[in-house]
């Protein structure tokens, strides 16, 4: 059984950092794209960006230059570090992976920017 578990979540003030992890269980995740999206209060789901087994990056314009996604095969585990926090950033951050033809979610961790 697939399972990602994000961690990292918090608040933290404008122009802050913080780091996200997703650890997926169940499946070698290496030789896959992964993707974190965001949801905010009220809006759509969007996606932040993604990073494919090769470590190719792809952001959103809204986040570029200012988050960074990354992985560490060993630990079947995919990091979004965010810098430059506004708080339009506050939403609910997911990680996200395809296996089996099917989208695997987390249950996400809340991001709140706000002083």
């Known amino acids: 059984q697939v399972e990602m578990v994000e961690s990292g979540g918090g608040l933290v003030q404008p122009g802050g950092s913080l780091r996200l992890s997703c650890v997926v269980s169940?499946?070698?995740?290496?030789?896959?794209?992964m993707a974190w999206f965001r949801q905010a209060p009220g809006k759509q789901r969007e996606l932040v960006g993604l990073?494919?087994?090769?470590?190719?990056?792809n952001y959103a314009d809204f986040v570029k230059g200012r988050f960074t996604i990354s992985r560490d095969n060993a630990k079947n585990t995919v990091y979004l570090l965010m810098d430059k926090l506004k708080p339009e950033d506050t939403a609910v951050y997911h990680c996200?992976?395809?296996?089996?033809?099917?989208?695997?979610w987390g249950q996400g961790t809340q991001v709140t920017v706000s002083s």
């Open positions: 996200n992976g395809v296996w089996h033809s099917r989208d695997y």
């Open positions: 169940g499946v070698n995740a290496s030789a896959d794209s």
């Open positions: 990073i494919t087994s090769g470590g190719t990056t």
